[in-house]
Structures are given as C-alpha cells and as structure tokens.
C-alpha cells in the first residue's frame, strides 16, 4: 500500500513554501508559511518524498502511537549507500537512545537511569550558582554598553550544568559546544553535502573524546553518571568493549541533548521576555508565572520544530494511506499554533500553561525534560530580580535550519 496519488500541483506548492521557508526571513518567521501548509490539510507531501503532518491532533497521535518508529540504524540502511541516511553521522546518531526502538530502547533506557528529585535538587543547587555567576558577568557588560545574552547566558548555562554533572574538564566546553553545532545538520530536515561533512566531521571528534572518557573513567571510577554507566553496562554486557561503547553512546546522547536545544530554549524564551516589557511587568508582579512562562515559550517556538517517524506497518493518517517504512514528518512548530488545538495561538499568552509537544512524547518523551525546565526557570526566575531594566537591543539572527531552532545572537542593553 502507498501514498494515495497527489496532484503535481501540491508537491510544486508544498516546493515553493518550502523554498521560502529556507530563506532567513522564513527561518526567523516560518509560522506564516506553516499556516500555509496547514491550510492545504493536515497531512500533505513532502517535496522530496513522505509525508509532512501539520495539525496538532495527528502529531499527538503519531507520537502516542506504538505503530509508529524511530528511523533506526536498519531502517536507514535500507534507503541505500547514497543517501544523507549513510553519511557517518547519521548511522552515528541512529545508535544513541533517542533513535533506538523497543526492545534495545527500553533496555538501554532504563539502564541511563532517570534524574529522580535528588539528582534534580542536587543539579539545581549548581544551576543557581552558575545562573548567578553568568548574570554577574552580562551584568558587568551591560554597564559598557550592550552584550550578547545567547553567548554569555544562553549558550554557556546548558554546558556546564551537564559538564559538572558528567565531570568534564571546564576547558573542553567550548570545544564541546562547537561540535554539537556542527553535528545537529546531520538531524536536520534537508541537510546539504557541507552541512552533513560539518557533522560527520564533528561526531567523529565527539565519538575519540567520549571513548577517551569512558576508558579514562575504566581507569579511574568515581560516583559520576559515567562511572556509574560502566559499572550497569557491565553487569549487560559481557563484552568490555561493547558495554564502553554503549556507555558512550549514552555520554554522547547526555551531552547532545542537553546542550542544544536547551540554549535555544533560553534564548527564546529570554528574547519573548526582553522583547515586549508589558510580560516584563507582568513577571515581575506576578512571579508565580514563571513556569507557565517556560512552557508557553515552548510551545510558541519550541527548540525542535521537526520530528520524524516511520510506519511500522501499512496504516492511514487522516485520509491518507501510508506504506509501512513510509517517513512522517511531524512539523510540531506547525502544530503548536494549530487554532484547532489553541485560542489565538499565534498570541504568547504566559496565563495559557498549555500542553506541548516539545518533548516529545510516548516512549521517546525527552529524560532531559525536568533538567530543562529547571535551567529555564531558574534563569528567569533571577533575571526578572537581578536586571529590571534589560531590553532588546535589534532583532536577532537565527541559524540556517528548518528542524533545530537556533538564535545566532541576542543583544540586550539596559533602558
């Protein structure tokens, strides 16, 4: 069974909005071209094959939904050796959890462990202190003038709140920073042939480093996640070196999701705060909001605005047919402003505390989820205190990419 047959029309438009949504004005605005999309039905082809989904209600399905998959490692095999599904990276990334299936996904799920109430108290303890210390430093450039909020906050929170919880060398962070940069292009919706040899060159780098720390960690145990990721995968796997490198996977896949789109996350949500000082105030007068705040900046631009599945077995989304193996791709950043789903969603409206899907959900719901919100809340929670009178210097740049949300920079200057 395939996709029922689609006018050449359709595929042309859904080319053009495509083509726009390529461009820096798309990428810095794509929800009117999403609106487009969504006008010509909830599930429509994709220009370059498959499927996209863009209504709210079929995301949730597909992501509740046991009949649909990861594409895994044997899936991408099995679109051939010339396509952007063997490059490197991509073969790479399609054996960290995220992209696993049951059963070897709950298996090495359960075997990272989860961040229970203690690991979270106990993270947030050194969340305040570095949240404080970052604001001391912007605070400090603020007085000579303006300053970068992405680069002095949003970028360097996630890095070494993860890095002290692996117990990573400070002095490696940045390099580590610029390599999950590069390596997300492999994850992108389209990526080109640099955009891909920029992440098979840096998950090549991150693949020597992570097996450098799981030996060193061999060596040398302590009471640290990886230490403690040895010791599970020994007790799995009989093979020293295939439990090293399943503990590397699971470094790699900490570090990667945790860095990202956790500084995407603030930056968006810092510049939805310094961008219109009316939810200044309203934060300010009413900091019990602040969570309603994070969650409402995740669902109007959420990190992730793509995430892709494939069918387990010939099944129909909507009226349409869809062959088993077929991709969906589900265009969450579509479906977040679904006025099917939201009262005036294209309103940011810190009363709505809405339900999202920026986390995913089902068995792939995001185990960093909790980490994220408490950097979010925590950084605003003390922004709102500490710098009363930050404002929005210009409008920022955002990265060239569909899928992975990124803000370039974020100049704010004190009114």
């Excluded at 810095?28 to 220009?47: H, K, M, Q, T």
């Excluded at 791709?329 to 679904?338: E, Y």
């Excluded at 899907?357 to 185990?367: E, K, N, T, V």
Aim: aromatic share 6%; proline share 7%.
């Amino acid at each position: 069974m395939g996709s029922l047959a689609t006018p050449s029309s359709d595929r042309r438009a859904a080319i053009s909005l495509f083509s726009r949504l390529r461009t820096a004005e798309g990428q810095a605005d794509p929800f009117p071209i999403y609106a487009e999309l969504r006008a010509r039905g909830e599930v429509s082809p994709a220009p370059w094959g498959g499927l996209l989904v863009s209504s709210y209600a079929t995301c949730e399905q597909v992501l509740r939904s046991g009949t649909w998959l990861e594409p895994d490692t044997a899936w991408r095999e099995r679109q051939g050796a010339r396509t952007r599904w063997s490059a490197p990276s991509s073969r790479e990334i399609s054996r960290t959890l995220p992209a696993l299936n049951p059963p070897e996904h709950t298996r090495v799920r359960r075997s990272a462990g989860t961040f229970d109430r203690g690991s979270i108290d106990q993270i947030g303890r050194r969340v305040s202190h570095v949240v404080d210390r970052l604001l001391d430093t912007l605070d400090e450039r603020l007085r000579a003038g303006e300053a970068d909020f992405a680069a002095l906050v949003s970028e360097e929170l996630p890095v070494a709140t993860i890095g002290d919880w692996l117990g990573l060398p400070s002095a490696d962070w940045p390099r580590l920073r610029e390599l999950t940069h590069d390596q997300v292009f492999t994850q992108e919706l389209l990526p080109n042939a640099s955009q891909l040899a920029r992440s098979d060159a840096a998950m090549a780098e991150l693949r020597t480093y992570f097996l450098g720390l799981v030996r060193e960690r061999r060596k040398r145990p302590g009471d640290d996640p990886v230490s403690q990721w040895i010791r599970t995968w020994d007790g799995l796997e009989p093979d020293q070196d295939k439990a090293d490198e399943a503990v590397y996977f699971l470094a790699l896949f900490v570090l990667l999701a945790a860095l990202e789109t956790t500084a995407t996350l603030l930056s968006t949500m810092t510049l939805l705060l310094v961008e219109d000082p009316d939810r200044w105030s309203l934060l300010a007068r009413q900091p019990d909001l602040v969570p309603s705040f994070v969650e409402e900046s995740l669902r109007y631009d959420p990190p992730t605005h793509v995430i892709s599945r494939v069918a387990a077995q010939d099944t129909v989304l909507g009226d349409t047919e869809v062959g088993a193996g077929e991709m969906v791709h589900l265009l969450v950043g579509a479906a977040h402003r679904d006025p099917a789903r939201f009262t005036d969603p294209d309103a940011f409206d810190p009363h709505r505390n809405p339900s999202h899907l920026a986390f995913s959900w089902g068995i792939h719901y995001c185990l960093g989820a909790p980490l994220a919100r408490l950097e979010a809340q925590t950084l605003l929670r003390r922004m709102i205190t500490r710098l009363p009178r930050l404002t929005l210097a210009r409008r920022p740049a955002s990265a060239p990419r569909v899928a992975f949300r990124r803000l370039l920079n974020l100049d704010v200057t004190l009114a």
